[in-house]
């Protein structure tokens, strides 16, 4: 069992550490170690597709737009209003934007509820396309030495096809308390309100419609 609190890195001295450059010695040459692999932990929620009236349309999920700080394998956190860092040594193992596109992917797939259900870059022509911004995706501390908050934000909106018309607008809010200020517990809050977000997105699309 893991005993450590987290350790955080800046954005800036995770560039430093990983641009580990050559050094001149008085020997010559030599190399900075190399950086520690990060420890890659899994979103892998347990999403209970609502049920309900199957649907006689097709989509496709888009991938979810997210800013820069986003946009990464890396898993972050805000210790103030004005700041963003990340968890040393830890990454998500892909970028988060594909991780999400592809838990919607399987929630749809999961419900029985919709004929087809693909991404966005597969060159089908689908009916609907489902289009989702992250917003906030974070562990959120109040107190450094106390167990953080997990936020998630995440904006979807519903267009209809070929047009791109959007039809439907939803924004989503999720949270989870931590039980205990390690990495451990912190990816087991980031499951938790990962599930409700992507159920919640799930749900809201294949009610969004019109009959």
Same mark, same amino acid.
């Given at each position: 069992?893991?005993?450590?609190?987290?350790?955080?890195?800046?954005?800036?001295?995770?560039?430093?550490?990983?641009?580990?450059?050559?050094?001149?010695?008085?020997?010559?040459?030599?190399?900075?170690?190399?950086?520690?692999?990060?420890?890659?932990?899994?979103?892998?929620?347990?999403?209970?597709?609502?049920?309900?009236?199957?649907?006689?349309?097709?989509?496709?999920?888009?991938?979810?737009?997210?800013?820069?700080?986003?946009?990464?394998?890396?898993?972050?956190?805000?210790?103030?209003?004005?700041?963003?860092?990340?968890?040393?040594?830890?990454?998500?193992?892909?970028?988060?934007?594909?991780? +999400?596109?592809?838990?919607? !992917?399987?929630?749809?797939? =999961?419900?029985?509820?919709? #004929? $087809?259900?693909?991404? %966005?870059? @597969?060159?089908?022509?689908?009916?609907?396309?489902?289009?989702?911004?992250?917003?906030?995706?974070?562990?959120?501390?109040?107190?450094?030495?106390?167990?953080?908050?997990?936020?998630?934000?995440?904006?979807?909106?519903?267009?209809?096809?070929?047009?791109?018309?959007?039809?439907?607008?939803?924004?989503?809010?999720?949270?989870?308390?931590?039980?205990?200020?390690? +990495?451990?517990?912190?990816? !087991?809050?980031?499951?938790? =309100?990962?599930?409700?977000? #992507? $159920?919640?997105?799930? %749900?809201? @699309?294949?009610?969004?419609?019109?009959?």
């Amino acid at each position: 069992m893991r005993t450590a609190h987290p350790v955080f890195f800046t954005r800036r001295q995770l560039i430093l550490a990983g641009a580990a450059p050559l050094i001149a010695g008085c020997g010559g040459l030599q190399l900075l170690p190399t950086p520690m692999q990060p420890q890659l932990y899994v979103l892998r929620p347990n999403i209970v597709p609502a049920s309900g009236a199957p649907v006689s349309w097709r989509l496709s999920v888009g991938t979810p737009d997210a800013s820069a700080s986003l946009d990464t394998e890396r898993i972050a956190l805000s210790r103030s209003a004005t700041t963003m860092d990340y968890f040393a040594n830890a990454a998500w193992p892909d970028r988060l934007p594909a991780i +999400l596109q592809r838990l919607l !992917i399987q929630t749809f797939d =999961a419900s029985g509820r919709i #004929i $087809a259900v693909d991404r %966005d870059t @597969t060159g089908i022509e689908n009916d609907y396309l489902l289009q989702t911004e992250i917003r906030d995706f974070e562990a959120r501390y109040g107190d450094p030495a106390a167990a953080p908050q997990i936020f998630i934000s995440i904006q979807a909106k519903l267009a209809r096809m070929p047009q791109r018309e959007i039809i439907a607008s939803l924004n989503v809010r999720q949270q989870a308390q931590v039980s205990e200020n390690m +990495l451990d517990a912190i990816v !087991i809050a980031f499951n938790q =309100a990962t599930a409700a977000a #992507i $159920a919640q997105i799930a %749900d809201w @699309t294949l009610k969004a419609p019109p009959a």
